[in-house]
């Protein structure tokens, strides 16, 4: 173990962000996952298994981080809940304006799912 190693603080963020944020749903996760105290069902899994707290820690971000979209995946069903909501509310009002959206914020979400799976083509 060395003493270079890094620090961080959990903090809680519940953002503002503006409405036309591209990032809006992502920060939205965040917010919400921001409620939630990660450390108590990491610090009972280290007394049972005798895995220090830290090491669980770093094992969860490093295999989050390195699941690249996948990880994001794993948040839950409310990303996938959104892509549906999207598709169906431009069915039900029907027009290409509408799709065009829905294809806008499907675009968006995926650019997330995506995040660190290859260089962006711009």
């Given at each position: 173990m060395?003493?270079?190693e890094p620090l961080v603080r959990l903090e809680r963020w519940f953002g503002p962000w503006p409405d036309n944020d591209p990032d809006a749903n992502f920060k939205s996760d965040v917010a919400l996952y921001s409620r939630l105290d990660p450390l108590s069902t990491l610090q009972t899994l280290s007394r049972n298994?005798?895995?220090?707290?830290?090491a669980l820690c770093r094992y969860v971000l490093?295999?989050?981080?390195a699941g690249g979209s996948e990880g994001l995946l794993?948040?839950?069903?409310?990303?996938?809940g959104r892509m549906w909501q999207a598709c169906e509310?431009?069915?039900?009002?029907?027009?290409?304006?509408?799709?065009?959206?829905a294809y806008e914020q499907l675009r968006q979400m995926?650019?997330?799912?995506?995040?660190?799976?290859?260089p962006e083509q711009r």
């Open positions: 060395s003493d270079n298994t005798g895995i220090p707290l830290g490093a295999r989050w981080a794993e948040l839950g069903p409310s990303t996938v509310a431009a069915e039900a009002e029907g027009s290409d304006t509408a799709r065009l959206r995926l650019s997330w799912l995506r995040a660190g799976m290859e």
